[in-house]
Structures are given as structure tokens and as C-alpha cells.
């Protein structure tokens, strides 16, 4: 089993997505659990509202590895991507200030490492609320 965990510090023009990607080394395969080891990256982040893509945030960095740590079975590996304040909104054709969004917009971060035959394989998404992106 893979699980998540997510921490965001928020500054008036970007945002610093802190996550950890844990799993019990006897649940996931060697091959999983090195690329794990190696990256995990926040590849997307899309901006929904009432179940609608309506755009995108813009990426600054993803998935630099922060830290690595094992207790028992469990290991733990922790990222960093960063994020500016901005939104591309697809119907306006521009970027806007996330704080100008819908507040009920919805942000899903996709979540990846490297896969086979040069296809990243999803690892799942981390879904938050735009209001916490907001300082």
C-alpha cells in the first residue's frame, strides 16, 4: 500500500507543496519502490469547478527530494514542488490570480514516477481545496 501525505506553506506569489510518499517495502515491488526512492513529482495541477477542468496552475519546480527515512517496514520519501499563484484559465485564454477563482475550485495535483517504456505511471492524485493555496 502507497500512502500520501501533504503540507502546504502558502507566500503572496507561489506556494511550496511539501509531500510524502510512504509504502510497506514488503507490499510493493523492488522495481516501485526504487523509482519511488528516485522521484515522485507532481506533474499537473489542474483547476476544477463542479467537475470541470477549467485550467491550470503554472509549475515553477517539481519534485525535488527533500528528504528519505525508514522505520521498520515503512519508508517514507519527501518531495517538493513549488507553484506560482497564477491560474491559466483555458476559456479566457490568460493567467489569473488563483485568489480570483471560483472558492469553491478544487486543485488536483497528479502525482507520478517514472514508468516503463518512457510512460510515467500515476501514483494517484492529492485533491485540495484553492482557498488553502490562498495566504
Same mark, same amino acid.
Given at each position: 500500500?502507497?500512502?500520501?501525505? #501533504?503540507?502546504?506553506?502558502?507566500?503572496?506569489?507561489?506556494?511550496?507543496?511539501?509531500?510524502?510518499?510512504?509504502?510497506?517495502?514488503?507490499?510493493?515491488?523492488?522495481?516501485?519502490?526504487?523509482?519511488?526512492?528516485?522521484?515522485?513529482?507532481?506533474?499537473?495541477?489542474?483547476?476544477?469547478?463542479?467537475?470541470?477542468?477549467?485550467?491550470?496552475?503554472? #509549475?515553477?519546480?517539481?519534485?525535488?527530494?527533500?528528504?528519505?527515512?525508514?522505520?521498520?517496514?515503512?519508508?517514507?520519501?519527501?518531495?517538493?514542488?513549488?507553484?506560482?499563484?497564477?491560474?491559466?484559465?483555458?476559456?479566457?485564454?490568460?493567467?489569473?490570480?488563483?485568489?480570483?477563482?471560483?472558492?469553491?475550485?478544487?486543485?488536483?495535483?497528479?502525482?507520478?514516477?517514472?514508468?516503463?517504456?518512457?510512460?510515467?505511471?500515476?501514483?494517484?492524485?492529492?485533491?485540495?481545496?484553492?482557498?488553502?493555496?490562498?495566504?
Amino acid at each position: 500500500m502507497i500512502s500520501y501525505y #501533504l503540507q502546504i506553506d502558502t507566500t503572496p506569489h507561489s506556494f511550496v507543496l511539501n509531500y510524502s510518499v510512504s509504502f510497506d517495502q514488503q507490499k510493493v515491488t523492488k522495481k516501485t519502490a526504487s523509482l519511488i526512492r528516485k522521484a515522485a513529482w507532481v506533474s499537473e495541477a489542474d483547476v476544477i469547478v463542479n467537475k470541470k477542468k477549467i485550467g491550470d496552475l503554472m #509549475l515553477g519546480s517539481s519534485g525535488t527530494k527533500v528528504d528519505e527515512y525508514q522505520k521498520l517496514n515503512q519508508a517514507t520519501t519527501k518531495f517538493q514542488s513549488i507553484f506560482a499563484s497564477q491560474c491559466y484559465v483555458n476559456s479566457k485564454g490568460k493567467y489569473v490570480a488563483i485568489r480570483s477563482l471560483n472558492p469553491n475550485a478544487i486543485v488536483r495535483f497528479k502525482l507520478e514516477i517514472p514508468g516503463h517504456n518512457s510512460h510515467d505511471r500515476v501514483l494517484g492524485y492529492l485533491r485540495v481545496p484553492i482557498n488553502s493555496l490562498i495566504p
